[in-house]
């Protein structure tokens, strides 16, 4: 793990907030020039503290959409059978996030997919047709209260 001092923090925080964010905007903040910090960046890529830049998608803008949580427990967790898993749970475009677990499942699933049908599609035939996959259970989103890509660096 690599140490991050307040510049960096500040740096970090920043680009978290707006990737596009000018290195001139950031530097006045540190009370730095430009060159220094955009060296720093360039070192915190090249570290992969900063793993890569994307946009982030409204998804209420683009089309209409669910979110589910699926817990998912397994009938053998061998680790060839968990990597197994994981493998198939990587290929699919509806798994927004996955999660190895301790406790009473295995995996949590965040799932994004347009309605109630596409999520029975899903669940009944991609997820549970999984080999080795002996319970499912999900949680449907009413309302997102907070949602954040932010960092906590604090």
Not at 87 to 94: L, Q, R, T, Y
């Amino acid at each position: 793990m690599r140490e991050i001092d307040s510049i960096d923090g500040v740096i970090l925080q920043q680009l978290q907030s707006n990737a596009k964010m000018d290195v001139r905007k950031i530097a006045s903040m540190v009370n730095m020039t430009k060159t220094p910090v955009y060296e720093r960046i360039k070192k915190l890529e090249n570290n992969g503290v900063i793993s890569k830049y994307v946009a982030i998608v409204n998804r209420k803008k683009v089309k209409s959409s669910m979110v589910v949580f699926c817990f998912v427990s397994l009938e053998v967790q061998k680790i060839e059978k968990i990597e197994q898993f994981r493998k198939a749970i990587s290929k699919m475009p509806e798994v927004m996030e996955c999660y190895l677990m301790g406790g009473a499942n295995d995996f949590l699933l965040k799932v994004i997919v347009a309605d109630l049908d596409a999520y029975h599609h899903f669940s009944s035939g991609k997820l549970a047709g999984l080999p080795n996959v002996s319970q499912i259970q999900s949680s449907f989103v009413l309302d997102e209260v907070k949602y954040s890509t932010v960092l906590p660096l604090a």
